[in-house]
């Protein structure tokens, strides 16, 4: 049985920073490329950022987070990450991680339809 299970989000000001976990069992952790989504109320969810199959590989980012988010993998821990500086309150929202289909980042990826496995998500709220 495949888990994902978020850790991390919580209540930050803005300019605040937080770093989410997302670790992963039941399936060949290596094999998938891993990405961040996030959907706030009444909005539809979001691709954040993505991840290649190999810890350090090539990733890919929304361009609202370009340049604040980082993601980034530990393939020994099963774990994906994503660290979030300069929080701004429209980041507010549900985190969510996945596993895509694929072991690369296309351009395909913004798209949820990508990734096979989800997590159930981890909060973050930022205030003004």
């Known amino acids: 049985q495949v888990q994902l299970v978020e850790s991390g989000g919580g209540l930050v000001q803005t300019g605040g920073s937080l770093r989410l976990s997302c670790t992963a069992s039941?399936?060949?952790?290596?094999?998938?490329?891993m990405g961040w989504f996030r959907q706030a109320p009444g909005k539809e969810r979001d691709g954040v950022a993505c991840?290649?199959?190999?810890?350090?590989?090539?990733?890919g980012y929304a361009d609202s987070v370009k340049g604040r988010f980082t993601i980034s993998r530990d393939n020994a821990k099963n774990t994906l990450y994503l660290q979030m500086n300069g929080l701004k309150p429209e980041d507010t929202a549900m985190y969510y991680c996945?596993?895509?289909?694929?072991?690369?980042?296309?351009?395909?990826?913004?798209?949820?339809?990508?990734?096979?496995?989800w997590g159930q998500g981890t909060q973050v709220t930022v205030s003004s």
């Open positions: 039941g399936l060949a952790f290596t094999d998938y490329a």
């Open positions: 996945a596993a895509a289909k694929y072991s690369l980042c296309s351009a395909s990826w913004v798209h949820g339809s990508y990734f096979t496995y």
């Open positions: 991840i290649s199959y190999r810890s350090g590989g090539s990733s």
